[in-house]
């Protein structure tokens, strides 16, 4: 069948393509061909055939494919589809790309297409698939985009010492493509010098900055160095210098400290430094009774016992009188200069004052008694005993204890385990600490055996208005065994618990033994109430916290502009701490400073605005130069809203000088050029110079002058006159007027007197 429905084709185009030829003669017989070809479309398709593909253009960001072209058109006209991705991880199917896919489908059917937004140095493979009715078509191409040569920003130093200099990691505004090398050279500021990116006459390096700062050592004091960095790859180099001098730096301490105090003794630890000082400075400490001792500059006057060198270590003070007031003074100082710390303390001892008293670890035979802490610690250094005792029975008069059961245990260093204890029995244990000024005793009852579990009040966090964190419950007993913690939520008033069975509840049970847990898909604006259920083999403990959802005001971030000119401030998009919910109107006015106003979220005397910003930037435009501007961004919700301010100057302006330019005083061989004058004076004040020369020779290019006789003068104050000249000639004088953001040239034709 199939042999005959292609005969039968051919016979059909034929016998069409004869008929055509018989009646349009010779001269139509390319007529009768597309004849023929519109009978075989009309009643067969034909599938596209792809020619090989063709890129025209490659950057390290961009890859141009040639319009592609097909060897068979098809039957009907194909759609011809072009995908892009990194070779190796892009793929096809038959007709189908995936992988990863940077760009495309893109149709490139009517022309060529340039990829862009590629990495630099990386291969890319392009399938185009082309397709119609009756089938496909694929052809593929892989091109690599090139490297990107690197530009450091400008170079920074730290450390610096007399004799030390550290030069910090190069930061880039353009990192490269591949990875730079980056090495830094130190020498003689005037010696040291680069010649591309060759280093001449170094006295230390190269070292790699790569991935952090070099510090240079072993360097002359008092002395200017040049450090330069070379930041290199396959695609170009940069290079970046800076000056520094070494030097010797001033002491700096940090605050002093004071250990071992006792009734006669004081120890001053030994002071450190913020800055350490170059050269090291001697470092020496007063001390004298607090009102009396005194310092001016460096000098301590009325002190009565020092001064000692506490450089290298700590000083102790001794026969200083009980339960007095001193004041240390330590004088740090080197040939640069000096500092001054002091620190006031007072002698004597001080009697132990312990925290009320924990245990841990309890179960039907034994309790742990937890290392005692203090409020004050003691001085001297206390003992720290502990004592057990069926409760009722044991008890203490003083320090002394006494119908103890097991005792005493050392517990100054960590807690104590007493075991082989009764089951189910009440115990008092005491703890007693001492030391050659008094003591101090606490007692803690504690039963053996298990422990229901007791939370502490519940607490919520993370609310919005669909999403409630009930927090990880905490216990002022544990329980032990260890409990099983279950989190439930419902609407207020319909949730309720019974014993230990909640019910009623809209979603739970949770564990929150480890952790918070966030109850999500809630309903906006309304009350909820939340129990927590603990509960172990002794028994159980319920609580529970009442949390509505909500909405939330926004609060934004400090304001920033960018794009600032003569004439146009762009204001940033705006940025939050906290978002807000439902999300806020973000609206943005301009004023000029002093005149525009906010009252709540109401923007007053603005010249510009409001523009919404909650999606971008914007840029005001058509601004006064050199202007202090003030802008307002409004951020506001049903809940809230919240406004921030910022002031922004607009920039100078190019001089704009007003023409023609005019001449006075002309004589056979002078001629004076008045003061120019202005549309726009410019901003900052520009220069002016004038310069003269013959009509025709002179020239300018830009802002340069050429083939000048005469010349420049500043007529920026004033005229000027030209002498010297030849009489009867024509001359032509120009004046160039420029700032930092650009220039104005004008010209005057003048002929001198005959």
Known sequence: MKTINVNIKNYIIAAITALAVTATGCSGYMKSNNLSQLVYGLFFTTTPVLNALGITAVSSTSITLAQPTLFTSGNPYPTIQAYIGPDGLITITGSTVGGTITEGPVDVSAGAYTFNGLAGNTVYRIYVVAQNSSGYSVATIT?????????????????????????????????????????????????????????????????DVSGGNHQFTGLSPTTIYRVIVVAQNSSGYSVRQIVQSTGSITPVMNALSVSGVTTSEITIDQPTFSTAGNPAPTVYAYI?????????????????????????????????????AYRIYVV?????????????????????????????????????????????????????????????????????????????????????????LMQNTAYRIYVVAQNGIGFDVE???????????????????????????????????????????????????????????????????????GGSHQFTNLMQNTAYRIYVVAQNGIGFDVETIAQSTGGAAPVMNALSTSGVTATEITIDQPTFSTTGNPSPIVQAYIGLDGTISVAGSVVSNYTDGPY?????????????????????????????????????????????????????????????????????????????????????????????????????YDVSGGSHQFTGLLAGTAYRIYVVAKNVVGFDVASVLQSTNP
């Not at 301590?300 to 016992?305: G, L």
């Not at 006075?664 to 004076?672: A, H, L, N, Y």
């Open 143 to 207: 091109d690599s985009t090139g490297g990107i040569a690197p530009v450091m920003n400008a170079l920074a130093t730290s450390g610096v010492t007399s004799t030390e200099i550290t030069v910090d990691q190069p930061t880039f505004s353009t990192v490269g493509n591949p990875a730079p090398t980056v090495d830094a050279w130190i020498g003689l500021d005037g010696t040291i010098s680069v010649t591309g990116s060759t280093v001449n006459n170094f006295s230390d390096g190269p070292y």
């Open 443 to 513: 007692t803690i009852a504690q039963s053996t055996g298990g422990a229901a579990p007791v939370m502490n009040a519940l607490s919520t966090s993370g609310v919005t208005a669909t999403e409630i964190t009930i927090d990880q419950p905490t216990f002022s007993t544990t329980g032990n065994p260890s409990p099983i913690v279950q989190a439930y939520i419902g609407l207020d008033g319909t949730i309720s618990v019974a014993g230990s069975v909640v019910s009623n509840y809209t979603d739970g049970p949770y564990d929150v033994s």
């Open 332 to 420: 740090a100082q080197n040939v640069l200069g000096f500092d001054v710390e002091t620190i006031t303390t007072n002698t004597g001892g001080a009697a132990p004052v312990m925290n009320a008293l924990s245990t841990s670890g309890v179960d039907t035979t034994n309790i742990t008694i937890d290392q005692p802490t203090f409020s004050t610690t003691g001085n001297p250094t206390p003992t720290v005993r502990a004592y057990i005792g069926l409760d009722g029975t044991i008890s203490v008069a003083g320090s002394v204890v006494s119908n103890y059961t097991d005792g005493p245990y050392d517990v100054s260093g960590g807690s104590h385990q007493f075991t082989n």
């Open 612 to 712: 919404d910003v909650s999606g971008g930037s914007h840029q005001f435009t058509g601004l006064l130069p050199n202007t202090a501007y003030r802008v307002y961004v409004v951020a506001s919700n049903v809940v809230g809203f919240d406004v921030e301010t910022i002031v922004q100057s607009t920039g100078g302006a190019a001089p704009v000088m007003i023409t023609p330019l005019t001449v006075s005083g002309v004589t056979q061989f002078e001629i004076t050029i008045d003061q120019p004058a202005f549309s726009t004076t410019g901003n900052p004040t520009p220069t002016i110079y004038a310069y003269i020369g013959f009509d025709g020779v002179i020239s300018a290019t830009g802002s340069v002058i050429s083939n000048f006789t005469d010349g420049p």
């Open 288 to 324: 004298g009774l607090d009102g009396t001792i005194s310092v001016a500059g460096s000098v301590v006057s009325n002190y009565t016992d020092g001064p000692y060198d506490v450089s290298a270590s700590s000083h102790q003070f001794t026969g200083l009188m009980p339960t007095t």
